[in-house]
């Protein structure tokens, strides 16, 4: 089990930047993949940025260029972290913070967070 807390988010203005957090704490040494996702109203849910436990990481082309992704890992937590820069009215959106653990038999589980609310204010 992982447990995961969210934390961040807000208002800004368009141009500004806000910075997320997810920190899981449990079953870490299973986490294979830590990622943040967001969901505006009326759309589905998207990925927005992914990172390994290796270091590799993917970005939505919507993205690209303004959003870091990174992790750390101490005191028996695994937090991921999304750097948001030069956000725009469209990154408007709940986000969620999510990870992915393997079993030894290859069982993939999904955790997520509760979400937080991103609003940027043209």
């Known amino acids: 089990q992982v447990q995961l807390v969210e934390s961040g988010g807000g208002l800004v203005q368009a141009g500004g930047s806000l910075r997320l957090s997810c920190a899981a704490s449990g079953s870490i040494s299973s986490i294979n993949t830590l990622g943040w996702y967001r969901q505006a109203p009326g759309k589905q849910r998207e990925l927005v940025a992914g990172i390994t436990t290796y270091g590799s990481t993917n970005y939505a082309d919507s993205v690209k260029g303004r959003f870091t992704i990174s992790s750390s890992r101490d005191n028996g937590k695994n937090t991921v972290y999304l750097q948001m820069n030069s956000l725009k009215p469209e990154d408007t959106a709940v986000y969620y913070c999510?990870?992915?653990?393997?079993?030894?038999?290859?069982?993939?589980?999904?955790?997520w967070g509760q979400g937080t609310q991103v609003t940027v204010s043209s």
């Open positions: 999510n990870v992915e653990t393997y079993t030894p038999r290859g069982t993939l589980y999904t955790y």
